[in-house]
């Protein structure tokens, strides 16, 4: 009886593995949806995977523009103690001659810092603001003077946008 249901040569045993194999064994739909969800998620994975990416080259490309800016800020930054010595060798100059070539040689310094965006500060006059003048030191207030004005400029500061790249020092009344 049983010995008649199985196959020549084979065993009890071997039968049952092969039973319990075929019941496990899932169907063909199954296997299809388990396929077709496997599918989804690497879909999904490869989306999530691409997204991080693109957002991370961005990220790189926006910190090595911001380095690049921050590189030309600070050569800019240290031409400006050669700005303030043409200045004064200006104002001290008694040969006009000597003059008129320094002032050729200040406009094209000033010129070179409007062609990267670099502002003045001009705070004569102003109240003082701490975001953009670094005080030195106070003086009095003359008559009909108001308390934290701006007197003098004794360093120029200077801007590129809304960035101090330096501070001016000012002396200011109190």
């Given amino acids: 009886m049983e010995k008649e249901e ?39 994975k490869w989306y999530a ?4 990416y693109e957002n991370y080259r ?9 380095r690049y800016q921050d590189g ?22 008694a040969d006009e001659n000597t003059k008129q070539g320094l002032d050729m040689v200040l406009k094209a310094f ?10 003045e500060i001009d705070p004569i006059g102003q109240p003082f603001n701490a975001d953009t003048m670094e005080a030195i030191m106070a003086m009095p207030c003359a008559d009909g003077e108001e308390a934290g004005v701006v007197k003098q400029v004794y360093v120029k500061g200077y801007k ?8 001016a020092q ?3 009344t109190q």
């Fill in 170 to 172: 000012v002396i200011v």
């Fill in 49 to 52: 995977v691409t997204a991080e």
């Fill in 6 to 44: 199985l196959k020549q040569g084979e065993t009890v045993e071997e039968t049952s593995v092969k039973e319990e194999k075929a019941k496990k064994k899932p169907s063909k739909k199954e296997e299809l949806e388990k396929a077709i969800a496997e599918a989804e998620e690497s879909t999904r």
């Fill in 72 to 93: 030309r800020n600070d050569v800019v930054a240290s031409l400006f103690p050669i700005g303030d010595n043409l200045e004064r060798a200006m104002s001290s100059c």
């Fill in 160 to 167: 590129k946008g809304e960035k101090v790249l330096r501070y």
């Fill in 58 to 66: 961005r990220r790189t490309q926006n910190q090595a523009a911001a």
């Fill in 110 to 119: 000033k010129k070179v810092l409007e062609g990267e965006g670099v502002e």
